[in-house]
């Protein structure tokens, strides 16, 4: 009852965090950190090893619902001359939006998830089906990103799995798509934001999650205070104003997505 009370007081009633957003970015700056996107970090960390010459929050948002609210956070990093990046579902995608955040030097990119779509789908509930028909989820992961290169004109050699109750089900994560090294130069990535090979930088890892907690493991104003080397942010817009409209519809659709999946066995 109490988690029932807190995800409606957080979907239909959370003031905005907007300000404190701003806040953590300012405690950032004034510490000395510079704050960047994904694909900064990893030009820096792994292309010109010899440019790390400072703290670092590297600040990452997955626009699993919510433009609105994304576009406000853009706002205050302009506004505070920083670098982030925003990975969009196929349902949030914003093609103007993402061509402005890349002209401006942040990160627009792909939040996968033809894993979950392919098993919500075709009603899949043993993941040796995803397996099985890896080949055809691949396919489908390139034609998406295919469009959506042509359509944005940005090289999107950065992605970022998204992770859905579907995933948990079949506890595989979209990421499985990338496993292939051959598959990926094909389809000229050359990140998945959770490989190893970049995350193993990362000296304090934060993500948002929803009222009344608001971080996991814990607040990274408290990593900055600690003068952490690289401080990795994951936020997700909904968890920084109610927006009503949106929520109501994403609410409704991963119910009778839950509902569609549990039934049709
Ligand atoms: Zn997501």
Redesign the pocket.
């Known amino acids: 009852m109490k988690k029932i009370f807190q995800r409606i007081y957080s979907d239909f009633f959370l003031n905005s965090r907007l300000e404190e957003y701003k806040s953590l970015i300012i405690k950032a700056l004034e510490n000395e950190y510079k704050v960047i996107s994904i694909e900064q970090f990893y030009e820096i960390f792994m292309i010109n090893e010899d440019k790390q010459n400072s703290k670092y929050l590297v600040l990452r948002h997955?626009?699993?619902t919510d433009v609105s609210t994304a576009k406000l956070m853009f706002e205050i990093e302009k506004q505070l001359q920083v670098y982030s990046s925003y990975?969009f579902?196929l349902s949030t995608i914003d093609i103007p939006f993402m061509k402005e955040i890349h002209q401006y030097g942040s990160e627009a990119s792909y939040?996968y998830?033809e894993i979950a779509s392919y098993a919500k789908q075709h009603k899949i509930r043993n993941p040796n089906q995803i397996y099985n028909n890896m080949t055809e989820i691949q396919r489908l992961f390139s034609k998406n990103l295919e469009t959506l290169r042509n359509s944005t004109g940005i090289p999107m050699e950065i992605v970022?799995s998204?992770?859905?109750f579907v995933n948990r089900h079949l506890r595989i994560t979209n990421c499985a798509i990338l496993k292939d090294s051959e598959f990926r130069n094909r389809n000229k990535i050359k990140l998945e934001v959770y490989d190893d090979s970049i995350m193993k930088y990362v000296t304090s890892r934060h993500s948002d999650c929803r009222y009344p907690v608001f971080w996991k493991p814990s607040d990274p104003v408290e990593a900055i205070c600690n003068n952490s080397p690289v401080i990795y942010v994951l936020t997700?817009p909904r968890h920084w104003k109610a927006n009503i409209k949106e929520n109501i519809k994403d609410d409704y659709n991963r119910l009778m997505e839950g509902i569609k999946y549990k039934v049709n066995i």
Request: charged share 40%; proline share 0%; glycine share 8%.
């Open positions: 997955d626009i699993d990975y579902r939040h998830e970022a998204h992770g859905d997700h």
